[in-house]
């Protein structure tokens, strides 16, 4: 049962995808080349030219971007086009110093929905579903992105947002949603939800499609099970559009790559050097079509591997696995990207000792995410309340900080272990 | 009139009471009041001792987190509503009360009772105004 989109894209040969690849990857440097200084810089000083790169076997000679170069370039040094031809922004949850702002022009915005409708289709979408998305609408470009998406294949759309859970099973049941799209862990609370209220027979859902934070099997299975679907990865990142850079088939093996879009490579994180196909290392794309924002070599930072071996669903593009970790200190906690350096910089703003400890787990499909703070002479009182307040501004300075709340345990001076060689700041016990 | 209660930072995790009172018996410290505030995480261990200039240098040698606060001991009859007698006192006279404790019994059998108070002479010339007496340190034997 072959569900695509855009089949003569999704499962055109290699050679095919090549040719549009390397065409789009010439006329996209060119592109950046004239427009945007910042990257012009950055090349000039590898000593390249766009005459260098002629095809994708010339991708490697291109600069990296990286996460710091969007921040040292915010807000519109990375820009390919001027605002007046740009009608939407997205931004990652990430605060001042890490914040991501990506801009679209209305054709960034067709390519991106079309990736997300080749998601849908592939989750078994039609035109007679009706596709419930509960993923934040907003700046976050989960719910902005699917929504687009599910327009395209024509599906009911419910623009339900997160939260609220009570509405999000009434409208489920009273209209009966049939693909569910959210984070994996709403997924699992929803599906806990259902079951508890005895509501499994009233819900119509045949499919999930469940991204922006990682997710184990065992959780795709448990999932499944309790709500009797099929449920599908998306991947992506606000960077390089937002959800549908990837997606599942029915194979459930990976995620392909939307490569008319974006090319994939796989690099060694120490040394940049680019990998063979198989091998795990860090995850760079390049956007070949985007016009607002087109950023090369991005690199991602996600750990994963790619392969091209040929898939049962017919598809032909590149095959990702689950990101199995990342090459930098970021968390994806409850799907908002934090820096333990964020939680450091609130501590010693509030006057805390910048020894602490984050502690995250899963406790029922969900984040939790608990800091270790050391007490300070000036924040010790006689009076609990006093501590109690101070307490709460820590929490809430935390909250601005990371968009998400953090439980804070105020623990004895200089009882966080201080090894001799680098301190063990995270403790991350979710199994994923 | 007040007399130097020392507020120490205590952790929520076995021993760690244990730990300071063992640190002040071997330092010969004689404990002469002792309460604690508790939420679940943490505590405030809040001492009354016969020498807490050595007290709290011992502590903050050990790496304590902890600091001195006026404190006031009100001398209680040690008798069925002793205490109530003083806190109606109290109460007819708007003074507020942080929070209090009681102290290890004097030498002449009476009851003590240590008040924190956000004013110590309103709190003090209510008192007396009653024939209530506030305790001095000399009379409690604290250094």
């Given at each position: 049962m072959p569900n695509y989109y855009q089949p003569e894209i999704e499962t055109a040969s290699r050679e095919q995808i090549l040719a549009w690849q390397n065409e789009r990857l010439v006329k996209q440097v060119k592109h950046v080349w004239d427009n945007v200084p910042y990257y012009r810089q950055k090349m000039e000083e590898k000593g390249v030219t766009p005459d260098d790169i002629k095809s994708v076997d010339d991708l490697h000679k291109l600069p990296f971007l990286t996460k710091d170069d969007l921040r040292d370039a915010y807000p519109y040094g990375l820009m390919g086009k001027p605002l007046s031809e740009c009608v939407r922004i997205q931004s990652t949850s990430g605060t001042t110093g890490r914040r991501v702002v990506a801009f679209y022009t209305q054709h960034d915005i067709d390519l991106w929905e079309d990736c997300c409708a080749r998601a849908?289709?592939?989750?078994?979408?039609t035109k007679d579903d009706v596709c419930h998305v509960s993923y934040g609408y907003g700046l976050f470009t989960g719910g902005p992105g699917l929504n687009g998406g599910s327009h395209k294949v024509g599906c009911l759309t419910l623009p339900m947002s997160s939260g609220n859970t009570e509405r999000q099973l009434q409208f489920m049941t009273d209209l009966g949603s049939t693909i569910l799209c959210c984070t994996p862990s709403y997924a699992a609370y929803l599906a806990?939800?259902?079951?508890?209220?005895?509501?499994?027979d009233k819900i119509k859902l045949k499919a999930g499609i469940f991204g922006a934070e990682a997710w184990s099997e065992e959780m795709r299975h448990d999932i499944e099970q309790k709500l009797g679907i099929k449920a599908y990865d998306i991947y992506g990142l606000t960077e390089t559009s937002g959800p549908g850079v990837s997606y599942e088939c029915s194979e459930q093996t990976g995620m392909h790559i939307n490569e008319d879009h974006f090319i994939a490579e796989i690099i060694d994180p120490e040394t940049g050097e680019v990998l063979p196909e198989g091998s795990k290392g860090e995850l760079v794309f390049t956007s070949i079509t985007k016009e607002a924002f087109p950023l090369l070599r991005y690199r991602t930072r996600d750990i994963?591997?790619?392969?091209?071996?040929?898939?049962?669903?017919?598809?032909?593009?590149?095959?990702?696995?689950?990101?199995?970790?990342?090459?930098?200190d970021m968390l994806i906690i409850k799907g908002v990207n934090?820096?333990?350096?964020?939680?450091?910089?609130?501590?010693?703003?509030q006057g805390y000792p910048a020894n602490y400890q984050i502690i995250?787990?899963?406790?029922?499909?969900?984040?939790?995410?608990?800091?270790?703070?050391?007490m300070a002479?000036?924040?010790?009182?006689?009076?609990?309340?006093?501590?109690?307040?101070?307490?709460k501004k820590l929490v809430n300075a935390l909250k601005t900080m990371l968009g998400i709340y953090a439980k804070v345990r105020i623990v004895s001076p200089k009882s966080i272990t201080r090894s001799e060689g680098k301190a063990v700041r995270v403790i991350d016990k979710r199994k994923i | 009139m007040s007399v130097h209660?020392?507020?120490?930072?205590?952790?929520?995790?076995?021993?760690?009471l244990a730990q300071i009172t063992r640190l002040l018996a071997d330092n010969a410290?004689?404990?002469?009041?002792?309460n604690i505030a508790e939420t679940k995480d943490y505590g405030v261990l809040r001492l009354i001792v016969d020498d807490s200039e050595k007290a709290t240098g011992v502590l903050l040698g050990a790496g304590c987190i902890l600091n001195m606060t006026p404190v006031t001991v009100v001398v209680v009859p040690d008798e069925a509503g002793g205490l109530a007698n003083v806190l109606d006192v109290l109460a007819e006279g708007n003074i507020d009360v942080d929070y209090m404790y009681s102290m290890f019994p004097h030498a002449d059998g009476k009851a003590c009772m240590v008040f924190r108070l956000k004013d110590e002479n309103a709190f003090v010339s209510r008192l007396t105004a009653h024939g209530l007496h506030v305790a001095t340190k000399a009379e409690l034997g604290l250094k």
């Open positions: 849908i289709v592939a989750a078994g979408g806990e939800s259902i079951h508890e209220m005895g509501l499994r994963c591997v790619l392969t091209r071996k040929p898939c049962s669903c017919g598809r032909t593009h590149v095959k990702m696995s689950k990101p199995m970790g990342r090459s930098d934090v820096f333990p350096s964020q939680i450091e910089t609130v501590l010693l703003e995250v787990d899963r406790v029922n499909h969900s984040d939790t995410l608990e800091v270790m703070v050391e002479p000036d924040k010790f009182s006689d009076s609990l309340a006093d501590i109690a307040e101070q307490e | 209660q020392i507020s120490v930072f205590l952790e929520n995790r076995a021993g760690q410290i004689n404990m002469r009041a002792i």
